[in-house]
């Protein structure tokens, strides 16, 4: 989510870059691009990671992947800011933190309250003042875009997507805690244009690096994104 850290958990984060055995004796299977390095990719031919230095930090790297004849090929990359609250586990983070889930997780739809970019495959959804994203734990609708709010979401517990015109002018929906969501675990997490700082537990790139991500996404690629850390803790991104 795009709003204060204390009430929305956004998040997203990458375990891309680590060099679990990097410095002098790292051994020789650890050189190559970033995803012949993990352990999972999603499966298919496109892959967004989204990396920090280590837990506690709030900026990283996201990078996006192009599988061409069997090998990972850097398609872009772009600077990066996470939850103000760090990375956190995805399976053990709870809502409210502020910080950024890390794991492999698949790219739904996207949304934006500016049109999609030329080129844009993926399912595009417009925000308009109906649109709302539910975080209300006793909801039916939790962790799920409505519009209009229904009756058992709270507006307390809910993001007016329309509120946030700049962050939210194009973001990719990131499928933590979505398919069978789990309550407390967190609701609402993106990859969403940059705000003024960190994220409440989003992952956020420049304008920019945004329109381009969204034009090169094809949900026919299996696109997946791998949030996580470069350090050598159990939330490096070569795990995934």
């Given at each position: 989510m795009a709003g204060t850290p204390t009430r929305i958990a956004l998040a997203a984060a990458l375990a891309a870059g680590v060099l679990l055995g990097s410095g002098a004796d790292a051994p020789a299977a650890q050189a190559g691009p970033l995803p012949e390095r993990m352990a999972r990719t999603g499966g298919g031919s496109q892959l967004i990671t989204a990396e920090a230095p280590s837990t506690a930090s709030t900026?990283?790297?996201?990078?996006?992947?192009?599988?061409r004849n069997?090998?990972?090929?850097?398609?872009g990359s772009s600077p990066a800011r996470f939850g103000a609250g760090?990375?956190?586990?995805?399976?053990g983070r709870r809502q409210g933190t502020s910080t950024t889930p890390t794991g492999l997780y698949g790219l739904p739809?996207?949304?934006?309250t500016a049109a999609a970019p030329a080129g844009t495959s993926v399912a595009y959804r417009r925000v308009t003042a109906r649109s709302w994203w539910c975080q209300d734990n006793g909801s039916a609708s939790y962790n799920r875009w409505v519009a209009p709010l229904p009756r058992d979401c709270s507006a307390r517990d809910a993001e007016r997507l329309s509120a946030y015109p700049t962050q939210y002018a194009r973001a990719l929906v990131i499928g933590y805690n979505y398919a069978r969501p789990v309550r407390g675990r967190g609701a609402g997490i993106f990859l969403h244009v940059n705000g003024r700082g960190a994220t409440a537990g989003c992952v956020s790139?420049?304008?920019a690096a945004m329109a381009?991500?969204?034009a090169w996404v094809a949900p026919?690629?299996?696109p997946h994104i791998a949030i996580g850390t470069a350090d050598r803790g159990p939330t490096a991104i070569t795990r995934y």
């Open positions: 900026h990283g790297t996201v990078t996006w992947w192009q599988r069997g090998r990972w090929v850097k398609a760090g990375l956190t586990e995805g399976r739809y996207a949304f934006g790139v420049p304008a381009r991500i969204l026919s690629a299996r």
